[in-house]
């Protein structure tokens, strides 16, 4: 229990805090409340240290320096957020897709198909649900308001030369959901309370930035059916998210803000729902400090995997991702300081197989994280607004980008028919799907 003394004190810091000009999203999510849990928190935290939280490293974390992991927030709180969210995704994936959106019916979204197109596959352009990836969805922080438009924190818009390549004019951000906002909070005072605590083992510069705001909200949707084929002959047996950095820096540790959306030296924290998903490593290294030395993603080595489980926390660390000469437990059980630098990349994969009770799965992932890019987006279709000059231009003064342009364009006229083929494939995800895959989530916790 916590004293009257340090009550009245969060409560006068609270109401000082409340009646300061604040943006909507705060006063909407009731902010007294939140800051006086905050303060809980931090104190909780701080002096009782692992108190509330359960983690689970990688097995061989010390072998290879992993500094990730997977970890249990078990908070009336939290368990409370993660209910209404889960609620959340099955109303979007039971419902039928959204054709237009607004800031109207933030709360209440659909899932958004949109089109897809890598600047790396110059002929390839495919609506997001018609790929054996995950389903993206993006929620941002409201900023701004005016007459016609919204100011929003941003995330995966960019022409796709190393990102998912999303078509600026069809997907959408979102207004993020009260509980968003409030799941944001409350990780953000999670990282900046409980960064020191967990600092044993690997002896590299295990950096985070300071005073972490998680900003925005991605949601993959992972839909796999082991029926073999959608008519299309199309096969959805497993929904997976190649190995990947989330930040990524120079192999002489550089970051690049162009290259960049996600805050420098900031972790990425992903809620897991419904049936579980394997989450592997593949460690790169630099022999040079100029380059990578292996150059094709798919010919890098599986070193390590976690399986996260339903209502479980992974949290990928900044260190593993930046190239940094790791302090490695040897076979001789002696740690020693690897010659060359090198960093991770992670993948997830979510599978299903014939022999299942349930031939249809479904897995979501909540990611959350603090990024630097802020847009303007039109209030009735969600989209970069062009007309405060915003837009990500995705047809940049190149030969190959405007190819890419044109085949993007030609696609456009033929996305309703997309909607047709993910409003059917979305019929066979029910009550009984989503049941079925939180038990066999709930059982793969901490395994």
């Not at 990524?248 to 162009?258: Q, R």
């Not at 094709?296 to 599986?302: F, G, I, N, T």
């Amino acid at each position: 229990m916590l004293g009257n003394e340090f009550f009245s004190s969060c409560t006068s810091k609270a109401h000082e805090a409340f009646m300061t000009p604040s943006n909507n999203d705060m006063r909407s999510s009731g902010y007294m409340e939140t800051y006086i849990h905050r303060e809980y928190l931090v104190m909780m935290y701080r002096n009782n240290k692992k108190k509330g939280i359960q983690r689970f490293p990688f097995t061989k974390n010390q072998y290879y320096g992993i500094e990730s992991y997977k970890f249990h927030l078990n908070t009336k709180r939290m368990n409370s957020i993660v209910q209404s969210l889960e609620q959340h995704v099955k109303h979007m994936l039971t419902s039928s897709p959204s054709r237009k959106d607004s800031i109207k019916n933030h709360k209440k979204a659909r899932l958004n198909v949109c089109l897809e197109a890598p600047k790396f596959l110059l002929n390839w352009v495919r609506p997001n649900h018609e790929r054996f990836c995950p389903i993206r969805n993006y929620f941002g922080r409201l900023l701004d308001e005016k007459e016609n438009a919204i100011k929003m924190t941003c995330y995966g818009t960019g022409s796709g030369s190393s990102t998912v390549g999303g078509d600026s004019i069809t997907n959408r951000t979102r207004r993020m959901s009260p509980k968003m906002v409030e799941l944001c909070d409350e990780l953000s005072t999670y990282v900046n309370s409980t960064s020191k605590l967990f600092s044993k083992g690997n002896k590299v510069t295990k950096k985070i930035a300071k005073d972490v705001c998680f900003n925005h909200v991605t949601v993959l949707f992972y839909l796999t059916d082991s029926t073999n084929n959608d008519g299309e002959e199309r096969k959805y047996k497993k929904s997976t998210l190649n190995a990947h950095c989330d930040v990524t820096y120079s192999a002489s540790n550089k970051y690049n803000p162009k290259h960049n959306t996600q805050r420098e030296d900031t972790p990425t924290i992903v809620l897991s729902l419904f049936e579980p998903k394997k989450v592997s490593f593949f460690k790169d290294y630099t022999s040079d400090g100029k380059t990578w030395d292996v150059k094709v993603p798919d010919k890098l080595e599986e070193i390590e995997t976690m399986t996260t489980g339903h209502g479980e926390f992974f949290f990928l660390h900044p260190a593993d991702e930046r190239p940094l000469k790791r302090r490695v437990l040897t076979v001789e059980e002696k740690f020693e300081n690897e010659t060359k630098a090198s960093r991770f990349k992670h993948g997830v994969i979510c599978q299903s197989y014939a022999a299942d009770d349930v031939k249809y799965k479904v897995s979501v992932s909540i990611c959350v994280r603090q990024v630097t890019k802020e847009l303007w987006h039109n209030k009735n279709t969600l989209t970069v607004s062009n007309e405060l000059g915003e837009l990500e231009q995705n047809d940049a003064r190149s030969d190959k980008m405007v190819k890419r342009s044109n085949h993007l364009k030609r696609e456009r006229n033929t996305l309703q028919k997309s909607f047709q083929k993910l409003e059917k494939r979305l019929k066979n995800y029910n009550n009984r799907t989503f049941r079925q895959c939180r038990i066999n989530g709930m059982e793969a916790r901490s395994k």
